[in-house]
Nanobody
Framework: QVQLVESGGGLVQAGGSLRLSCAAS????????MGWYRQAPGKQRELVAV???????NYADSVKGRFTISRDNAKNTVYLQMNSLKSEDTAVYYC?????????WGQGTQVTVSS
């Protein structure tokens, strides 16, 4: 069983920055990939960024060059640094991992970007 707790969301003006954190209840060193997803009102949940335990990462085209995902295995925490935020980034952001063939999700943190 893995619990994921997100924090760091909030209200920010367009062009601003936020850093999201996802604290895991277990050692994440053995978890191959951890990621961030988001879901805007009326839209499907979409992948934002994913990072492997080797440090390689992938991003949605819409956030490339603006968002950076990182992980600190010693702290069992994954981060999402979001810069140059746009109104279309407004969504609930969820942390995710796949461990032992089970999907785990955090409760989500709201990010609202005002234009």
């Amino acid at each position: 069983q893995v619990q994921l707790v997100e924090s760091g969301g909030g209200l920010v003006q367009a062009g601003g920055s936020l850093r999201l954190s996802c604290a895991a209840s277990t050692n994440i060193f053995s978890i191959y990939a951890m990621g961030w997803y988001r879901q805007a009102p009326g839209k499907q949940r979409e992948l934002v960024a994913v990072i492997s335990n080797g440090g390689s990462s992938n991003y949605a085209d819409s956030v490339k060059g603006r968002f950076t995902i990182s992980r600190d295995n010693a702290k069992n925490t994954v981060y999402l640094q979001m810069n140059s935020l746009k109104s279309e980034d407004t969504a609930v952001y969820y942390c995710h991992c796949l461990k032992d063939a089970k999907n785990y999700w955090g409760q989500g943190t709201q990010v609202t970007v005002s234009s």
